[in-house]
């Protein structure tokens, strides 16, 4: 005798218990603890993207720029090469953990000095990041994370990459991160202020704080504008 063959279930009834499943899956992510930020690799090279067209506050300077950024933390500094728009000079962002900074090009330059080092690499995992929930940037999902009530840091979620940080203070700096590499290095005479950064005793007199006097000052104001949040940033992160 053939076995009894039971019609299948409607496809109502499949769909119901699909959408049960999913539903119960959802509630038990939302009922975990939230994800943590993945901290920084101890070196790292990244290409970022910054369009400050519309935010009179930080774009003294020419607003479209494209950034490398290579931390170090192992050696304590952190550098920012800044490309503008058609530019041929790019300018140095150079800031060592002693809190002192040099922004300069082939001709000019300016040294400023704050009273916090560079950031670390657990200045978001290490506490006081509010987790966001997840969000969608430029096609990419990810983790976003809230710290000190003025940025918000976007991770992908699949990989814990960085893709983007906005500063929501009066500058509204977004940058966007293009490429991410762990691990490079930036051979060291890169990181050496030129010759012109430091002035003798004569030339020194009547400028005061380091600054060497310059037709570019407008560009230097922009380029300082988010080293000094990342500064702040890294303060938040010693406290924390």
């Known amino acids: ?54 935010y009179s506050v930080a774009s003294t300077g020419p607003p479209l720029r494209i950034t490398d950024l290579y931390y170090d933390w192992p050696r304590r500094r952190n550098l ?15 800031e060592w953990n002693n809190g002192t900074s040099f922004y300069f090009n082939s001709s000019t330059c300016r040294v400023e000095r704050f009273p916090v080092g560079v950031l670390p690499p657990w200045w978001l995992s290490g506490g006081g990041a509010e987790y966001m929930g997840r969000g969608v940037t430029g096609g990419i999902e990810c983790h976003v994370w809230g710290k000190a009530g003025f940025i918000v ?10 893709v983007r940080w906005n500063f929501i203070d009066v ?13 490079v290095v ?9 010759a012109h950064c430091f002035p003798d005793d004569s030339e020194e007199q009547g400028k005061g704080n380091g600054h060497v006097a310059s037709s570019s000052d ?6 300082a504008v988010a080293s000094r949040l990342l500064r702040k940033l890294a303060g938040t992160a010693a406290t924390s």
């Not at 499943?21 to 992510?29: P, S, W, Y």
């Not at 407008?218 to 380029?223: F, K, Q, R, S, T």
């Open 80 to 94: 920012n090469l800044v490309r503008h728009q058609l530019s041929a000079d790019p300018l140095y962002d150079v």
């Open 153 to 162: 840091y976007y991770e992908e979620a699949s990989t814990g990459r960085p």
């Open 1 to 54: 005798m053939a076995p009894t063959r039971w019609p299948p279930p409607p496809l109502l009834l499949l769909f119901l218990f699909a959408a049960a499943a999913a539903a119960t899956a959802t509630t038990e992510d939302a009922s975990g603890p939230p994800p943590s930020p993945t901290p920084w690799p101890e070196r790292f090279h990244a290409v970022m993207f910054t369009n400050l067209t519309n």
């Open 186 to 194: 930036l051979e060291d005479a890169q990181w050496q202020a030129p």
């Open 218 to 223: 407008e560009v230097w104001d922009g380029l």
């Open 171 to 183: 500058t509204g700096i977004e940058q966007f991160v293009m490429s991410f590499e762990p691990g």
